[in-house]
């Protein structure tokens, strides 16, 4: 059973940086392609920065691009969210979440493609 765990969230003011991480007890996950989704109070959950299977490649949500950086640890089981520049827009609950193989831009994007996810971490970010 592939658990995923996420960790780093809380509360920090307009401008700051926070540094998400994502957990596995997968031993390869290089093989699953992972993404960070996240979801405001009343809205969809949305897809924000997503690495695809064995780093082939690397997406982002035009409203985080320069801001967040989504990499994976040289271990390989972890994946973080560098998040910087916070605004409170992106104040939401946090999801980590992987399916083993490969996806370019579009299908990365795709909440559907995603089969194990995690319990999501908490950020608000202060005006």
């Known amino acids: 059973q592939v658990q995923l765990v996420e960790s780093g969230g809380g509360l920090v003011q307009e401008g700051g940086s926070l540094r998400l991480s994502c957990v596995t007890n997968v031993r390869t996950f290089t093989d699953y392609s992972t993404a960070w989704f996240r979801q405001a109070p009343g809205k969809d959950r949305e897809f924000v920065a997503a690495?695809?299977?064995?780093?082939?490649?690397?997406y982002y949500r035009e409203s985080v691009q320069g801001r967040f950086t989504i990499s994976r640890e040289s271990a390989g089981n972890t994946v973080d969210l560098h998040m910087n520049s916070l605004k409170p827009e992106d104040t939401a609950v946090y999801y980590c979440?992987?399916?083993?193989?490969?996806?370019?831009?579009?299908?990365?994007?795709?909440?559907?493609?995603?089969?194990?996810w995690g319990q999501g971490t908490q950020v608000t970010v202060s005006s």
């Open positions: 690495i695809s299977r064995n780093n082939r490649g690397i």
């Open positions: 979440a992987a399916f083993k193989g490969f996806c370019t831009d579009v299908g990365c994007r795709d909440r559907r493609l995603y089969n194990y």
